[in-house]
């Protein structure tokens, strides 16, 4: 049946029919790979947007020792969540691997603002936690044991949105 449908047309009509499916899946794909593209380059400015904090006291963040000031906090996009934290004054970078990630705290998903957490034993502090808001986890980071120097308390900090993104 389709031998007896393409004798009815010539060989120059379906040379013709050939090159202008051609031309049709030529502009349909690079149509399609510009609009691909397109939300890959959205999705990668929406996710890429980082966060600031105003940390008033020096601490550690992995095995590093951090002066007190503003930091960038910034979710880098690989297979693995890697955040890197950049003091806006110094320059000086880290970027940290979480240990575990987990739900966040109640109270914090209440508030819904981002947060980092500390664990602070005498003079001492260290970066335990993150959580950068409503639908993501909370991520646990490796830190020194402390209470060697008194009691541990744990301290909290408002992450607002960085304005230089």
Known sequence: MVGRMLSTFS?????????????????????????????MVAAGVASAQSLKAEIPFSFR???KMMAAGSYQITKLQSGAPLFRFANANSGYRIILLPRA??????TWENV?????????????????????????????????????????????????????D
């Open 101 to 106: 990630a987990s739900d966040a705290e109640k």
């Open 11 to 39: 060989n120059r009509d379906v040379i013709e029919w050939t090159r202008w499916e051609d031309a049709t899946m030529t502009n349909f794909t690079t149509r399609m790979m510009i609009a691909a593209t397109t939300i």
């Open 112 to 164: 819904g603002k981002p947060v980092l957490r500390f664990e602070c034993g005498g003079t001492t502090c260290a970066l335990a936690g993150l959580w950068t808001g409503l639908g993501n986890p909370q991520y646990d980071f490796s830190r020194p044991k402390l209470g060697m120097e008194g009691p541990v308390s744990v301290a909290t900090i408002a992450l607002r949105p960085d304005r230089a």
């Open 61 to 63: 963040a992995g095995n």
